[in-house]
């Protein structure tokens, strides 16, 4: 599998905009066996918008962060603008990639759709397999959103967004009959949402009492309900998001230790060090090794 030089940093892709469409926020491309956006896919890389990738057929292996997928038939996969993507080989591709960015998600007709469980993703989850009966319907509606989004005009954004969101409630009751069980309750609610505040401030905060400020909640408080929500204590979610990132830069990077220190706000080298070894019994240098030879 291709790994980054150390003169590389992970390139972020924007989606592909259709001129003809008019339509920079979101994407639809129904592919019948072409290879579609394959120099894009086979390095390592990360998009700029969310990614819904609806199999009919597309044999071979991708990875999101470090997992490998064998792809499936008539499934789904799905990936949010951090993680990190690759595809071992081009294959020809029967079926349809979904792309939608924040910017879209940001509009104010389409601010319900970010608290969607296949969007929010508690579960970390990238693949949801599909019945025929699924199938049939998310093909219905993909049909509409290609129709749509091939009519510019004034309604275009109302219509995308009608569609979508019929299309990923669907979806998110399918993502909680397989990732999930019950409705959350408040305490998982904040659970969410201090996962998200990490997602979004890990780099710069690296302290339980920071996060609980920008929540306005005492950091006791929060310590509490998160160790009783996840099993776990609040700071083990930071260091593991920092985990996380270490991880894949040194999987998919050649970046130095010092660089990754820094990228993930290490004052120190030698902190940084002291802290993936704490938290996986090896050395950044020792886990880049021995990763890599696991792969090859």
Same mark, same amino acid.
Request: proline residues 4%; contains cysteine; hydrophobic residues 40%.
């Given at each position: ?8 940093? $992970?390139? #972020? ?12 926020? /979101? ?7 072409? @290879?579609? &956006?394959?120099? =894009? ?11 819904? #990738? %609806? ?12 997992? !490998? &997928? ?6 789904? &996969?799905?990936? !949010?603008?951090?993680? $990190? ?11 349809? %990639? ?47 959103? =290609? ?20 299309? @990923? ?9 397989? &990732?999930?069980? !019950? ?18 401030? /890990? ?21 509490? #309900?998160?160790? !009783? ?5 609040? $700071?083990?979610? $930071? ?35 002291? %802290? /993936? ?20």
């Amino acid at each position: 599998m291709y790994t980054l030089s150390s003169k590389q940093s $992970i390139p #972020v892709y924007a989606s592909k905009r259709n001129h003809a469409a008019g339509n920079n926020l /979101f994407n639809i491309v129904r592919s019948d066996g072409a @290879l579609v &956006y394959e120099e =894009d896919l086979l390095i390592p890389h990360r998009k700029a918008h969310y990614l819904l #990738v %609806f199999v009919k057929y597309n044999p071979g292996r991708h990875w999101v962060d470090m997992t !490998a &997928y064998e792809r499936k038939e008539t499934t789904l &996969y799905f990936s !949010a603008p951090h993680q $990190i993507l690759v595809k071992e080989a081009p294959t020809p591709f029967w079926g349809t %990639f979904l792309t939608f960015t924040n910017e879209f998600l940001a509009l104010e007709q389409n601010a319900s759709l970010r608290e969607l469980p296949l969007i929010q993703n508690p579960q970390n989850g990238h693949e949801l397999l599909l019945t025929p009966a699924d199938w049939d319907f998310v093909e219905e509606m993909l049909s509409k959103l =290609d129709a749509e989004y091939h009519r510019p005009g004034e309604w275009q954004q109302r219509m995308l967004t009608a569609y979508l969101t019929v299309l @990923l409630t669907y979806l998110s009751r399918l993502y909680t009959e397989q &990732y999930m069980g !019950a409705e959350p309750s408040a305490d998982k609610l904040l659970l969410k949402t201090y996962q998200a505040k990490i997602e979004a401030c /890990f780099r710069e905060l690296h302290e339980v009492g920071q996060y609980a400020a920008l929540l306005n909640i005492s950091a006791g408080h929060l310590s509490e #309900v998160v160790k !009783a929500q996840s099993g776990q204590p609040a $700071i083990k979610h $930071i260091h593991a998001r920092l985990v996380l990132e270490a991880r894949r830069m040194l999987f998919y990077t050649h970046s130095t230790l010092k660089e990754i220190a820094f990228d993930l706000g290490f004052a120190e080298t030698s902190y940084f060090n002291r %802290f /993936f070894k704490r938290e996986t019994g090896f050395t950044p240098a020792e886990y880049r090794t021995s990763i890599r030879k696991m792969y090859q």
